[in-house]
């Protein structure tokens, strides 16, 4: 190529190979370089011809247009001053975009600030109407001209997406309709997926109390179920869900919540005996078989949950490199839910959310990770996974299904502290680090239990620290609040009670900071997966004292009830009605 006067020139190229083909033009060896937007900036390298032959390019994985400012700087190459009589820059742009560029034939290069509103509006509609800012149509549609997008929209409508065939109707163009029309879809969306309730009262803000009775599925929120159906209706209040304030407050993607309907939706539809197309955890369940097949109407693990959560739209900046794929199938063989779709070699990580899920495992394994680009991608990850996990649990606590809510609890717990349940527990306490924790693990010291019931010099001995190191850290396991849950049928009528009571420890340094945590108390039937007793209760507010709660069973039931205790985010306890 260099033999012909061409040459190339990007960022893969070493410093000196760089170099050398900027001296090369420069001297007029070399008449034409192929080049990336390397030499966009930096480098003075004047030019006769400059064409730049498209006007987009990939960012976070999606294609993004080149600002008008990078453009400008390339085509500033052509016909310096002093080096050139003239120059000519062409760019290449397809027909939609050619206005974005039509300013740099009159050396007009100055970029006007556009609105992007409405590429996430409908979640800052929904943020809107939890704080209560809008509560029907009109007021949605004032906010709408309160905002910067208004502004701008009624200047250049070309600008977001409104194509027009001829200028006469963009003259004629009726920007209040749109802006009616606008806020009506995103309220209808809303209001499809459960996040808000138009013309019914929303779901009160509280405590959650659900009984055998409890029949809420995502069928309840068909629009066959809404009072009011004309959402221009003055009278007709639009009103935020639990759902919907659980995403405006973790900042969740709608696109999230539209993911966990649909699964939960195809849930209920099979244990319901209703027919419908697989949707993720089917197709996730059918790989594993190496065939598609229907999900049936199982209790949720935890490997299907994390599943479920690795689809979540948050994750979508994470893409799957070509160069990614034989370091993450090499994870995928050491950690603890492998995917297994049938591929011959183990080339099992074939999507974009597979290298989520193999990420956050091998983080929650503590399995070294050897290629840079993958470390900075599960640094990126653990930066929007455990908020992410925690809207989950939100979720799955407007939904009477007791194992959703039991593994997606279980699942933010491990993210949030980076461990799986049964991993490095003890590095909650304060002054345990990696290393000690690995000590006592593999010295039979795996939860707070343990550290009590052990002997204070083999904690000295396992940590290599000398006394009263095992002492003090007996005395921050109890320091730390400690609770009895007790399950217990009191009547045959089929009344259960549930007794929450506090366990005295034997500290002699402070009281435990009931100030700093709360519980979630969790009872629920195994058969039949359904939740019968869901509360949050704050440590401070329980002041130590007996919690009783009571809930009804059918008379003569046989079944079998689990509860489960958490105290913030700590190990837990189970029990079992006895």
């Given at each position: 190529?260099?033999?012909?006067?061409?040459a190339?020139?990007?960022?893969?190229?070493?410093?000196?190979?760089r170099?050398?083909?900027?001296?090369?033009?420069m001297?007029?060896y070399?008449?034409?370089?192929?080049?990336?937007?390397?030499l966009?900036?930096?480098?003075?390298?004047?030019?006769?011809?400059?064409?730049?032959k498209?006007?987009?390019?990939?960012?976070?994985?999606?294609?993004?247009d080149?600002?008008?400012?990078?453009?400008?700087?390339?085509s500033g190459?052509?016909?310096?001053?002093?080096?050139?009589?003239?120059?000519?820059?062409?760019?290449l742009t397809?027909?939609?975009k050619?206005y974005?560029?039509k300013p740099?034939q009159?050396?007009?290069?100055c970029?006007?600030?556009e609105?992007?509103?409405?590429?996430?509006m409908i979640?800052?509609v929904?943020?809107?109407?939890a704080?209560?800012?809008?509560?029907?149509?009109?007021?949605?549609?004032?906010?709408?001209?309160t905002?910067?997008?208004?502004?701008?929209?009624r200047?250049c409508?070309?600008?977001?997406g409104i194509?027009?065939?001829?200028?006469?109707?963009?003259?004629n163009?009726?920007?209040?309709q749109f802006?009616?029309?606008?806020m009506?879809?995103?309220?209808?969306?809303?209001e499809?997926?459960?996040?808000?309730?138009?013309?019914?009262?929303?779901?009160?803000?509280?405590?959650?109390?659900l009984?055998?009775?409890?029949?809420?599925?995502?069928?309840?929120?068909?629009p066959?179920?809404?009072?009011?159906r004309?959402?221009?209706?003055?009278?007709c209040?639009?009103?935020?869900?639990?759902?919907g304030?659980?995403m405006?407050r973790?900042?969740?993607l709608?696109?999230?919540?539209?993911t966990?309907n649909?699964?939960?939706?195809?849930r209920?539809s099979?244990?319901?005996?209703?027919?419908?197309?697989?949707?993720?955890?089917g197709?996730?369940?059918?790989?594993?078989?190496?065939?598609?097949q229907?999900?049936?109407?199982?209790?949720?693990?935890?490997?299907?949950?994390l599943?479920?959560?690795c689809?979540?739209?948050?994750?979508?900046?994470?893409?799957?490199?070509q160069?990614?794929?034989?370091?993450?199938?090499?994870?995928n063989?050491?950690i603890?839910f492998?995917?297994?779709c049938?591929?011959?070699?183990?080339?099992?990580?074939r999507?974009?959310?597979?290298?989520?899920?193999?990420?956050?495992?091998?983080?929650?394994?503590r399995?070294?990770?050897?290629?840079?680009?993958?470390r900075?991608?599960?640094?990126?990850l653990?930066?929007?996974?455990?908020?992410?996990?925690r809207?989950?649990?939100?979720?799955a606590?407007?939904?009477?299904?007791?194992?959703?809510?039991?593994?997606s609890?279980?699942l933010?717990r491990?993210?949030?502290?980076?461990?799986?349940w049964?991993?490095l527990?003890i590095?909650q306490?304060?002054?345990?680090?990696?290393?000690?924790?690995k000590?006592?693990?593999?010295?039979g010291i795996?939860n707070?239990?343990?550290?009590?019931?052990a002997?204070?010099?083999?904690?000295e001995a396992?940590?290599?620290?000398?006394?009263p190191?095992?002492?003090?850290?007996?005395?921050?396991?109890?320091?730390?609040?400690?609770?009895?849950?007790?399950?217990?049928?009191?009547?045959?009528?089929?009344t259960?009670r549930?007794?929450?009571?506090?366990?005295?420890?034997?500290?002699?340094?402070?009281?435990p900071?009931?100030?700093?945590?709360?519980?979630?108390?969790?009872?629920?039937?195994?058969?039949?997966?359904?939740t019968?007793?869901?509360?949050?209760?704050?440590?401070?507010?329980?002041?130590r004292?007996?919690?009783?709660?009571?809930f009804?069973?059918?008379?003569?039931?046989?079944?079998?009830?689990?509860?489960s205790?958490?105290?913030?985010?700590?190990?837990?306890?189970?029990a079992?009605?006895?």
């Open positions: 190529m260099l033999l012909l006067g061409i190339y020139h990007h960022a893969a190229m070493t410093a000196n190979d170099t050398l083909v900027e001296r090369m033009f001297g007029h070399v008449s034409v370089i192929c080049t990336t937007t390397t966009a900036l930096g480098v003075n390298l004047p030019a006769h011809l400059v064409i730049v498209g006007t987009t390019f990939f960012k976070n994985g999606n294609r993004d080149l600002p008008l400012s990078e453009i400008a700087q390339m190459r052509a016909g310096r001053p002093g080096l050139d009589t003239h120059g000519v820059a062409l760019v397809t027909d939609d050619a974005l560029y740099l009159h050396g007009d290069t970029t006007t600030v609105s992007r509103l409405h590429q996430n979640e800052h929904n943020a809107e109407v704080l209560r800012t809008i509560h029907n149509l009109s007021l949605g549609v004032e906010w709408i001209k905002t910067f997008f208004w502004i701008r929209l200047r409508p070309r600008r977001y194509i027009f065939s001829t200028k006469q109707e963009e003259d163009f009726d920007r209040e802006a009616d029309q606008l009506r879809r995103m309220l209808a969306e809303l499809k997926q459960g996040c808000v309730a138009i013309g019914r009262d929303a779901l009160k803000a509280g405590d959650v109390i009984n055998e009775s409890a029949t809420q599925t995502l069928q309840d929120r068909s066959s179920s809404t009072g009011c004309d959402v221009s209706d003055v009278n209040a639009v009103e935020s869900t639990r759902v304030r659980a405006a973790r900042y969740i709608f696109k999230t919540v539209e966990l649909r699964e939960l939706l195809h209920f099979h244990q319901s005996g209703r027919q419908g197309a697989p949707q993720i955890m197709a996730a369940m059918a790989e594993e078989e190496g065939q598609i229907q999900k049936t109407g199982e209790s949720f693990t935890l490997h299907q949950v599943r479920v959560f689809h979540s739209s948050e994750f979508d900046g994470l893409r799957l490199r160069g990614d794929k034989k370091h993450l199938n090499e994870l063989k050491v603890r492998p995917l297994n049938g591929m011959r070699g183990g080339r099992e990580v999507e974009d959310w597979h290298k989520v899920y193999v990420l956050i495992q091998a983080h929650l394994d399995v070294a990770i050897s290629d840079f680009s993958l900075n991608d599960c640094v990126r653990w930066t929007v996974a455990p908020r992410v996990a809207f989950v649990v939100d979720y606590t407007t939904h009477p299904c007791f194992s959703l809510i039991q593994q609890s279980l933010c491990c993210i949030e502290q980076g461990t799986w049964d991993g527990i590095k306490i304060e002054g345990i680090g990696e290393n000690m924790a000590a006592l693990h593999e010295g795996k707070f239990s343990d550290v009590l019931q002997n204070p010099r083999k904690l396992l940590c290599s620290k000398n006394p190191f095992g002492t003090d850290l007996q005395e921050k396991c109890h320091s730390r609040p400690m609770y009895n849950l007790a399950l217990e049928h009191v009547t045959e009528a089929g259960v549930v007794v929450v009571s506090y366990k005295a420890g034997v500290s002699t340094r402070r009281d900071p009931l100030e700093q945590c709360h519980m979630i108390l969790l009872v629920g039937d195994l058969e039949l997966d359904r019968h007793l869901l509360r949050q209760i704050d440590c401070r507010t329980a002041n004292r007996p919690l009783v709660f009571t009804q069973v059918s008379p003569g039931y046989r079944g079998q009830i689990m509860g205790l958490t105290i913030g985010t700590f190990s837990g306890t189970t079992t009605p006895h």
